[in-house]
């Protein structure tokens, strides 16, 4: 079992005696969220940490998506709740860059394209730019913030 689905675990059972509802259900939720990564294909396996993060990374995003719409919609009670649960989320998640990290990050794989190609790369090599940028992040960045310093140097 990976260390990070563990901990998981472990806080769920500290929050079943504590009687902390919604970190409770923030905790069934996500751990419901990584077994249903674990069988889905064709055949079930064991998630490890980094397949783990997404997973949360991937509540998390439903979580503030779900905010703002209720926000939208005027439903302020509903929307505290929803980021309630994603600031419980981002508790297990790494911590994440700050903007001048990202855009260093942004500069390297910028460097590493263009070392492959032997020229600086421009727009139409984005992908392969955002591909090494999204590999140096590590889950420690949103892609929307990746792409958007990946674009403001290209």
């Known amino acids: 079992m990976s260390e990070l689905k563990s901990k998981l675990r472990a806080d769920m059972t500290t929050a079943m005696k504590s009687k902390d509802k919604l970190r409770l259900g923030t905790l069934r939720m996500l751990l419901s969220a990584i077994q249903n990564a674990e069988v889905a294909g064709s055949e079930s396996r064991e998630l490890s940490d980094p397949e783990v993060i997404v997973v949360l990374q991937k ?3 439903k979580r503030n998506e779900a905010a703002v719409v209720y926000e939208q919609a005027g439903r302020g009670e ?7 649960e994603e ?14 990290e990202v ?3 942004a500069d390297t794989a910028i460097a590493q394209v263009a070392e492959q190609l032997g020229e600086r790369p421009g727009m139409r090599q984005m992908g392969q730019v955002m591909k090494a940028a999204t590999a140096l992040a590590a889950g420690r ?4 913030r990746i792409s958007a310093a990946v674009k403001a140097r290209l």
Not at 78 to 84: D, G, Q, T, V
Not at 87 to 100: C, D, G, H, R
């Open 59 to 61: 509540e998390a995003k």
């Open 78 to 84: 509903l929307a505290a709740n929803e980021r309630a």
């Open 87 to 100: 600031s419980i989320i981002e508790e297990y998640l790494p911590t994440q860059l700050t903007e001048a």
């Open 103 to 105: 855009a260093d990050i």
């Open 141 to 144: 960045a949103d892609g929307t």
